[in-house]
């Protein structure tokens, strides 16, 4: 590891390997059961952040243990953002501020001039970080269609075509998003490779989970990612060209991701979005609400 964590007594850590992911998804999952009523990782969202190309377990990783038991986590690349967790019944013990001052001291010693993390709005974590003078940033929200809802949209212009992204669309695909994204968020583009580590080269990829909306001379306009997170359809990214929006593409587009994960099991269907998007309101408007809040809480190293 590349910054020493102290804990109280009883308490050992190391570097987490692969093997560690079920025990880090029941640990965040606890979590998530206590702050947003159910849980929603899964181990191919850990394993798929863990390789990506400029991640290092053995260095970017911390494990909590209390004799052979996981009871918490830390992990940090580039610092935006880091992930950390602890079993609630462990709480109180200074774990959570000891792995938050090892992802600090792991961050400063790659260089990094910010951390971040993204963690309930008023949840155990929100106040942990808030009294270590981590700053909010923005505000983000999962959005989720009631049981039984569908999306309001009217059909696809003539000509339009909603398909499967070929192998060789993929970057294109990777171009429009990217262009979107970084529209409104302050980062560097994500090299092709890594951007495609967290969907094509996700765990139990499937040709569905990559869409693409073409116009009538076959020109790539939108795309959208979507993929199933045990029993839900989640969106994890759509964005259409900046010379095709305002025509109503989105929501159809939306409508056609979310029947895909149904068809494949999902029960449920949402996405998030933050304050830097401005989306929230088209979602609204097609029948979404609401069904968490989120604060990105940072600190300058």
């Known amino acids: 590891m590349t910054a020493a964590i102290e804990l109280p007594g009883g ?24 702050d947003l009523g159910q849980a929603e990782v899964t181990v191919d969202e850990i394993v798929g952040d863990w390789q990506q ?6 260095t970017n990783t911390v494990g909590v243990f209390e004799g052979g038991r996981l009871v918490g986590y830390g992990d ?21 501020t000891a792995i938050a001052r ?20 008023g949840s155990a974590a929100d106040r942990l970080l808030s009294s270590l003078g981590y700053r909010v940033r923005w505000t983000a929200w999962d959005l989720e269609l009631p049981e039984g ?16 992204a070929a192998e060789a669309d993929r970057e294109a695909a990777w171009t429009l998003l990217e262009d979107a994204f970084l529209e409104w ?27 693409l909306l073409a116009n009538p001379d076959d ?13 839900s359809g989640y969106v994890a990214k759509v964005a259409v060209r900046p ?7 989105a929501a159809p587009m939306l409508v056609d991701a979310f029947e895909r994960a149904r068809e494949h099991g999902a029960v449920r269907c949402y996405l998030s979005t933050d304050t830097r998007a401005g989306a929230r309101t088209l979602y609204e408007k097609v029948g979404m609400v609401v069904s968490s809040t989120w604060v990105n809480r940072a600190m300058d190293l």
Request: proline letters at 7%; a negative charge; charged letters at 25%.
């Open 11 to 34: 308490l050992t850590t190391r570097s987490l390997t692969l093997d560690d992911a079920e025990a880090v998804v029941e640990v965040i999952g606890a979590e998530e059961v206590l």
């Open 53 to 58: 190309p400029r991640f290092e377990l053995a």
């Open 76 to 96: 940090v690349s580039d610092g935006e953002p880091t992930y950390a967790a602890v079993l609630p019944d462990h709480r109180g013990r200074g774990i959570g």
């Open 102 to 121: 090892w992802s600090q001291a792991t961050a400063r010693a790659n260089g990094v001039p910010t951390i971040s993390s993204n963690v309930p709005q």
């Open 149 to 164: 809802g569908e999306i309001s949209a009217r059909p696809l212009p003539d000509g339009f075509t909603i398909r499967d």
């Open 185 to 211: 968020s302050d980062r560097d583009r994500q090299p092709l490779a890594e951007f495609g580590r967290r969907i094509w080269g996700r765990p139990n990829y499937a040709p569905w989970n990559l869409r």
């Open 219 to 231: 020109e790539l306009v939108g795309a959208v990612h979507v993929h199933l997170a045990e029993a």
């Open 243 to 249: 010379d095709h929006r305002g025509r109503g593409l």
